[in-house]
């Protein structure tokens, strides 16, 4: 499980990546930016880069088969959620002049993998008092076959 741990760390940057440009973005001297037409809703672009997080942490933890298949984690995301890549583009610039709009969706992707991280912790806990048991059970069967009945002389 120590290798969900260090996926976090690579949440981690991924979210603090973004926010520095989302702060970049929100600190240009353009006061507004105008609504796209497609502009993708506040619900929807947290879960994608909600998505997004989780498959470039999954990425950091040398995942054979992402490499293997030269998986492009953006194409499939927006593929899932019926975007394209400018779409998500414009969306982004749009939220991201919009600072305190853009503070409550990476809100909502942290508390999120936050919530996803304590799970896991809380199942890897649990395995592992799992485990615990089981060798224990398993050791104690051992050696309850090695005791030998006493002989009758």
Known sequence: MKKA?????????????SLVVVISFS???????????NLIDEDTMSDILYEIAVFYAAKSLNNKKIKEE?????T????QFGVDSAQFANSSVYYASKSNVNI???KRVEDRLK???ERLESESDARKKKDSIDAANKILKKDTTKIQKPSKD
């Not at 260090?6 to 990546?17: F, M, Q, R, S, W």
């Not at 600190?27 to 037409?37: F, G, L, T, V």
């Not at 499939?76 to 593929?79: A, K, N, T």
């Open 70 to 74: 030269r998986f492009d984690p953006k």
């Open 76 to 79: 499939f995301i927006y593929e």
């Open 27 to 37: 600190s240009c001297k353009k006061d507004e930016y105008e609504k796209p037409e």
């Open 5 to 17: 741990l260090i996926g976090c760390k690579g949440i981690k940057n991924v979210l603090t990546l």
């Open 104 to 106: 409550r969706i990476y």
């Open 115 to 117: 919530l996803e991280k």
